[in-house]
């Protein structure tokens, strides 16, 4: 009796795809993304003369640099380096390799795309506009709504306006904007001091800091809270309210801040981390002072601060392409 046929490389390809798509039910589109990894596993093989099972680390890891090189994306190259980790993790399974070249190497690191912040003109104007009530009653769906915005449209400006204001004015999170309440107690994530021109906060790690806010803040907060005052009892914390006189919620927040964005004649979509974003970037460009803004923004590592360098550098690079005789391109 003969010895069985030692299988082909495609074979072998073929069998671990049967494997994957059988036995670990991949998905077709992820079955689709390994198979066309495995062809230029083969590829790269067939250009160094050697067979799938002879590949050694040093051969993945130069590869890996070709595809780069070819243009691409880390992701990409990830997809691609995970379909080979388990082809040879189901070789040595199979007893046809000893190790796994493809253990241990990693896909280049993505680019992390830059945060999102408003131009200071955009955000002056989110932090200026005013609804008029009369075209929130004119958006209302039904008579009720408008009955009950004609009364809601004051108060609900004076939030709105209040809140604007501490979020770009003092770089908060959402989650600390939020959580903040009037006055300081035991349970309190938050409060603020008009007096001392401050908000403490409860920021990531449940690290407490105090940040200052600016004179238009302290104005717009003024104004809500004698609006608030006649509108819930005096022990009632949250400074920040809905319509229902509870404590404003992260999804209804966000709504009505892309609202408000429409309001001021902002085109783009507006979140309420656009506002931390550009805080940090407009007082960047003004001050270059990195550790302050690391310091004002609570993060731990300066690193996390540095991303804003690279918002400010774009500024740059716009005002001199716009100003420098020797900058504009035919």
């Given amino acids: 009796m003969s010895a069985a046929r030692p299988l082909s490389e495609p074979d072998l390809i073929h069998r671990h795809l049967e494997h994957l798509r059988v036995q670990r039910r991949l998905a077709e589109r992820t079955l689709a993304m390994y198979a066309e990894a495995f062809a230029r596993l083969q590829r790269a093989c067939e250009a160094q003369r050697i ?91 039904t008579a009720a709504a408008a009955r009950r915005m004609e009364t809601e449209g004051p108060w609900l400006s004076a939030r709105d306006h209040a809140m604007v204001e501490l979020m770009y004015g003092s770089g908060l999170r959402s989650a600390e904007l939020l959580g903040l309440d009037v006055h300081p107690g035991p349970g309190a994530h938050g409060w603020i001091d008009l007096q001392a021109g401050e908000a403490h906060v409860l920021g990531k790690g449940s690290k407490r800091r105090i940040v200052p806010m600016g004179a238009a803040a302290r104005r717009a907060l003024q104004a809500w809270l004698q609006v608030r005052a006649s509108l819930v009892a005096p022990q009632d914390s949250a400074l920040f309210l809905s319509r229902l006189g509870r404590r404003i919620t992260a999804a209804q927040w966000r709504k009505r801040l892309q609202q408000l964005a429409l309001d001021a004649g902002l085109t783009q979509h507006v979140h309420p981390h656009m506002l931390r974003h550009s805080f940090a970037s407009h007082l960047l460009q003004s001050s270059g002072d990195l550790r302050a803004v690391q310091e004002l923004l609570g993060h731990a590592h300066i690193g996390t601060t540095q991303v804003y360098t690279r918002l400010d550098h774009q500024h740059l690079a716009r005002v001199y392409d716009a100003a420098h005789p020797r900058a504009k391109r035919k």
Wanted: hydrophobic share 45%; no cysteine.
């Fill in 51 to 141: 067979g799938l099972t002879q590949v050694q680390a040093h051969h993945v890891r130069g590869w890996v640099g070709q595809l780069h090189g070819q243009g691409l994306g880390p992701r990409s190259i990830a997809i691609a380096l995970s379909a080979w980790r388990g082809l040879y993790r189901w070789l040595a399974q199979e007893h046809l390799v000893a190790t796994n070249p493809a253990e241990g190497i990693r896909a280049p690191k993505a680019p992390k795309p830059l945060p999102k912040a408003l131009t200071v003109d955009q955000a002056v104007a989110l932090a200026e506009a005013q609804p008029k009530p009369e075209v929130m009653v004119a958006r209302a769906a």
